[in-house]
């Protein structure tokens, strides 16, 4: 297949093999100009497999920037993919993050920053859990990292990295997060770039493998293990460029930064967008995302003065708005608008289906489900939208005077849109788990039949509200799947008396800045045209089913028992042939399930198949794995297991089962 490209720089790419400090040796991909000038380098670190995992991503940016003047690095933590060594222990989003990632980055860049096709200068950038050790390896401040791109990144692993929502679990974002882990780092290096000695160094690393979510339950409460990997923003010497999406449970971290970092070396973006590159999620908003970031590294690793810094410190665009910037976080502009809650006190016992129509906690789709349903399972307090729109930008809050006549408990609350026509849309939620009103750091638990006011704070959002539209607060004592259901199912009493809605409102909506489009699909660059000939593409065919194609998203409801199972596809089912002749064979499921009334039936199963075939080498490779999460009344249950056969050969089969206690009921 050929296709027509138009890069400044003619390219070249090569498979490198980076040594780090205890002798581990890591395998890397360099794509670059092919003269003889120096050029900086800009590092993507991930887990995430670069010869088949992320190859059509991989093949979007790294020729594109090689094309632009840099050598664009993607690098296999160590234990992963085709880098020697085993896998570092879990973190908060998974590896890589945990001992000893951290110095193998800086590492990357100290080797990189020394080779003579490379000025010293390097940008780091990543997406998630990639994006996320960007930031704590800027906070070692390495001196060759000059730059860093971080998109949906966690700059708070407790709250925000999907392993807890205001101190409540996250039974989604955890066990999905978790089983997907599990299911790529039992996967084998490949033997065309590992060599003879890949079965040997598979069965060596899988000895080494523990399912993350085992870690990440036995600290339920914020200690040392997350501090440890909470970047220390004030170590930061680097320039951040911090992305995320609206549609994204992370995009606080954007506000955070641009407001804890100097803004001499921050920028913010925050787009129309769910999780993922810009230029790649499928409610595409952000097609020229790669130029965006092209001024940046020319910027702050050229030298070159293309006013990137001129930017106000936040850009931001809700769905359907313009874009429109911020000089300053939080805008002198924005202020409190205060909505007292009125009427009788109600009582708040939520079904534990609540949540259903809440869509996944990492989604890459925006929200678009109708809340009607979760709502009337909530106690809903309404405001209306009279003469002038209600524009509102940043964190709401939220005071609400409760009573428990438990020990634990959980309030969900959800800040909508409910349209003349009665549609309620989604605009933001936040989460308390009632044992951390008073901290995460240790068990607060209810004195029962007592009375208390609590407050949480509810995701950014920039969001208008209509005039002849109502704002609704919906509250709820259940969410799931986003949140696990706590021990006893008796909610609580909430008294409207002295409970509050705090929105930060921008005053002058009408004259906030509106800016140019910055992810605008530009025209072709100069140069030359050429064609060049290479496996760009991934082809993906479907996999036959005897029962045709299953829904991405798939509800089911037993009338009778009461029952509710969520059915969702965690990846696109089918067989994608990569360049060089892989053929990889996915197919996964993830089952949610939970009985109305009994919050000890909630329970998270997650399977994941994944073939790997090299026809012309006779290389046939199977790895299956099986996740579970339930619950009792006094522990959670965890179960995994992954059988991996080479050929029709067993080579490896174990299974983990643990009972870790309920610290928060």
């Known amino acids: 297949m050929r296709h027509r490209l138009r890069f400044p720089h003619d390219i070249g790419q090569e498979d490198l093999r980076i040594p780090v400090r205890d002798g581990t040796v890591l395998y890397a991909r360099v794509w670059r100009p092919t003269g003889e000038e120096p050029v900086p380098a800009l590092l993507e670190y991930s887990p995430e497999r670069l010869t088949d995992a992320t190859v059509p991503r991989d093949l979007r940016r790294h020729p594109w920037y090689a094309g632009h003047g840099y050598a664009s690095v993607r690098v296999d933590a160590r234990g992963h993919g085709n880098s020697g060594g085993v896998p570092a222990g879990p973190a908060a989003e998974g590896a890589p993050g945990g001992p000893p990632d951290l110095p193998d980055a800086v590492d990357v860049i100290e080797w990189l920053a020394a080779r003579p096709w490379c000025t010293g200068r390097v940008g780091m950038f990543g997406l998630g859990a990639g994006g996320t050790l960007a930031l704590r390896v800027a906070a070692l401040a390495p001196e060759p990292l000059r730059a860093v791109v971080t998109v949906c990144s966690s700059d708070d692993p407790y709250d925000n990295g999907g392993c807890a929502l205001g101190g409540a679990l996250p039974a989604g974002g955890l066990h999905s997060r978790s089983a997907a882990l599990l299911s790529s780092v039992c996967r084998p290096p490949d033997p065309v770039f590992a060599g003879p000695s890949w079965r040997e160094r598979w069965l060596t690393r899988l000895e080494a493998v523990e399912p993350a979510a085992h870690t990440w339950l036995a600290h339920q409460l914020r200690d040392d293990f997350w501090e440890r990997q909470t970047p220390a923003a004030g170590a930061v010497r680097a320039a951040v460029l ?174 909508c849109d409910v349209a003349p026509d009665g549609s309620s849309a989604p605009v933001t939620l936040g989460a308390l788990g009632l044992s951390a009103r008073h901290g995460p750091e240790r068990v607060h638990a209810w004195p029962p039949g007592t009375t208390e006011e609590v407050s949480l704070e509810l995701l950014a959002a920039d969001h208008t509200f209509r005039p002849g539209h109502r704002i609704r607060l919906a509250v709820s004592s259940a969410y799931w799947p986003w949140i696990w259901p706590q021990t006893g199912s008796a909610g609580f009493v909430l008294d409207p008396e002295g409970s509050r809605l705090e929105l930060p409102v921008h005053e002058h909506p009408a004259g906030r800045r509106t800016l140019p489009d910055p992810f605008r699909v530009v025209g072709q660059d100069p140069g030359a045209a050429r064609e060049q000939e290479g496996p760009w593409p991934v082809g993906v065919s479907s996999a036959p089913r005897l029962d045709g194609e299953r829904p991405e998203r798939l509800l089911i409801r037993d009338l009778t028992a009461g029952t509710w199972r969520l059915e969702t596809l965690p990846c696109p089912a089918g067989t994608r042939t990569h360049p060089g002749g892989l053929e990889i064979t996915e197919d996964a499921l993830e089952v949610r399930t939970v009985q109305e009334r009994d919050p000890h039936s909630a329970r998270a199963l997650t399977t994941w198949s994944t073939r790997l075939h090299r026809p012309e080498l006779s290389w046939d490779i199977t790895v299956e794995t099986r996740s579970e999460l339930s619950c009792d009344a006094s522990d959670f249950l965890l179960r995994d297991e992954a059988v991996c056969r080479d050929g029709r050969e067993t080579v490896f089969h174990r299974t983990w089962e643990r009972r870790i206690p309920r610290l928060a009921g």
């Open 242 to 415: 911090a992305v995320g999406g609206w549609g994204d449970p992370r995009r606080d971290t954007v506000l955070r930064l641009v407001s804890g970092l100097p803004p001499d070396r921050v920028r913010g973006v925050l787009g129309p967008w769910p999780h993922g590159y810009p230029d790649q999620v499928r409610q595409g908003a952000g097609a020229g995302f790669l130029h965006e970031t092209l001024r940046w590294w020319d910027h702050h690793l050229r030298g070159i003065g293309n006013e990137v810094m001129a930017e106000p410190l936040l850009r931001t665009r809700a769905p359907g708005g313009p874009w429109t910037g911020e000089a300053h976080w939080p805008p002198p502009d924005v202020t409190p608008l205060v909505y007292e809650l009125r009427g009788a006190p109600r009582t708040v016992d939520s079904p534990h289906s609540t949540g259903a129509d809440a869509g996944p906690f990492l989604p890459d789709l925006l929200p678009a489900a109708d809340q009607r349903a979760d709502d009337a399972h909530s106690a809903c307090f309404e405001f209306p939208v009279a003469d002038e729109p209600v524009t509102v930008l940043g964190r709401p809050r939220l005071a609400l005077r409760l009573r428990l006549d438990v020990p634990h408990g959980q309030v969900i609350a959800r800040l």
